[in-house]
């Protein structure tokens, strides 16, 4: 199935929306992303306004033998409140597709096959032994989607499902509810400055390596978003504020993820076989590891401080995307418009925003509305559930990842240059991190953060 067929923005939705002139037919992917989110939050956040007293449960996915997994995980209780989520989950998207001009029985097909998937990954990673190196559920999403898509012939209604990017946006808008701007503001400047100056010298090198090796800008990007700020999800932003090729950003999502695998087993074992202080170790953790949650998984392995280290840099990089989409989609629009450049111009503020990819806004606004206007007893009743909604939304995006990506693309794109550049940058970005992990977080340029 074509991307153009997968796609919320197709042809076809543009034409139905002109025969029937409904408001809700050919909205983009990106605004469906943040109503289906939006009616998560506020349906959540108001229930718990009216209840204060009442207590969220997320399913349990956590085990450390057969009878945890028995007696904890596969119970009729958790395995009920994971089909009402699924129940849930593929009404709203449904909704979505369907005014979309998508197949609906296609769809809800192939729905159901990546939610199980999506949901055994996260049985997976739950496992203790499993979960203490540090491998998270994204893995064995990617993983199973991979295989799947790399051994076997993917079937329509399976490739229709696999909305990868749409799920990841729904997610990233609820995202944002865990981004506190008091936690950032509670690290002081060494944990803004170390996330600024990671973010902004890797950002450049990145896509001037990938320059130096022959690749084209569009995914050049895509890449260096990838690797300066936070892994997929800054992919993701950075496709849509220049409108690039799915593949390029399906063929960066899965590098990202690849790599990642053998740098949340080594990092932790270099920051204590070479006696890397243990903030500096959770900084440099926080910096260079792509996702919350495999930061704080490898940085446990290290210490406590080393976790709130980490995850501290972590959210600091994650409130950049909102000023990265911005910046991308107008150096973008500048360099598509040279003659404005050379003429002193500014880039259309229209052309602008048409590039800015909306569920970013999303994202930004559930942000202030937990860091400002929701009540504080009411973030903490609500925080574990809508982290529980967030992981499930990735965990169906990385087996989409996985079913959308192929193992021969990436030596096959561009002769395998973008994956070099990839690995040539993050190396960079490795050691470009641990020097300011060292300078903010060791006590050299500031006095060591009291994390303890």
């Known amino acids: 199935m074509s991307n153009e067929s997968k796609s919320v923005e197709s042809k076809s939705d543009a034409s139905e929306q002109s025969q029937s002139g409904s408001f809700w037919v050919g909205l983009s992917e990106d605004i469906w992303a943040v109503l289906i989110a939006g009616v998560l939050i506020l349906s959540t956040v108001a229930w718990a306004l009216a209840s204060p007293d009442f207590k969220f449960v997320a399913p349990v996915y956590k085990w450390a033998n057969s009878d945890d997994l028995f ?13 009402l989520a699924g129940i849930v989950f593929a009404v709203l998207s449904a909704i979505a597709i369907w005014l979309s001009g998508g197949s609906l029985r296609k769809y809800l097909l192939g729905f159901g096959a990546i939610f199980i998937l999506g949901i055994l990954s996260l049985v997976i990673a739950g496992n203790k ?37 749409f799920f990841i946006k729904t997610g990233i808008v609820i995202l944002g509810t865990g981004v506190l701007f008091k936690d950032i503001i509670q690290a002081g400047m ?26 084209d800008d569009e995914f050049g990007v895509i890449l260096a ?4 700020i936070c892994g997929v999800s800054a992919a993701i ?27 949340l087993i080594l990092q932790p074992w270099a920051i204590k076989a070479f006696g890397i202080p243990e903030l500096v170790g959770g900084a440099w953790l926080g910096g260079t590891l792509d996702t919350t949650a495999s930061v704080t998984a490898a940085a446990e392995l290290v210490g406590g401080a080393a976790t709130k280290a980490g995850v501290i840099v972590k959210f600091s990089q994650n409130v950049l995307i909102g000023v990265a989409a911005f910046f991308i989609a107008t150096w973008w ?16 503020l229209k ?12 994202f930004i606004a559930a942000s202030i509305l937990f860091s400002f206007l929701i009540p504080t007893d009411t973030v903490k009743q609500v925080g574990g559930f809508l982290k529980s909604l967030q992981t499930l939304w990735f965990a169906m995006a990385f087996v989409g990842i996985g079913l959308e990506a192929r193992f021969s693309d990436l030596v096959k794109i561009q002769g395998g240059r973008p994956a070099l550049a990839f690995i040539g940058a993050q190396v960079f970005n490795i050691f470009w991190t ?19």
Do not use: C, H
């Open 71 to 83: 007696s904890k995980v596969l119970i009729a209780n958790n395995l009920l409140l994971i089909a």
């Open 129 to 165: 032994g499993i979960n203490y190196y540090g491998l998270e559920y994204v893995i064995f999403g990617l993983l199973m989607g991979l295989a799947l898509s790399n051994l076997l012939d993917i079937p329509d209604w399976l490739k229709e499902a696999a909305r990868s990017e």
């Open 190 to 215: 060494p944990g803004i400055l170390q996330a600024v100056a990671v973010v902004s010298v890797v950002w450049f090198f990145s896509l001037w390596l990938s320059r130096r090796l022959k690749v």
């Open 225 to 228: 978003s990838a690797v300066s």
């Open 237 to 263: 932003v950075a496709a849509g504020a220049i409108q690039g090729d799915k593949k390029k950003l399906s063929y960066v999502t899965a590098l990202v993820l690849l790599v990642a695998i053998p740098m």
């Open 333 to 348: 629009v500048l360099r598509k418009n040279p003659e404005q450049a050379l003429n002193g111009e500014k880039p259309s």
């Open 351 to 362: 052309v602008v925003w048409e590039r800015f990819p909306k569920f970013v806004l999303g």
């Open 434 to 452: 641990l020097l300011w992990a060292y300078l903010l977080f060791g006590g050299i340029l500031f006095p060591t953060p009291d994390l303890q």
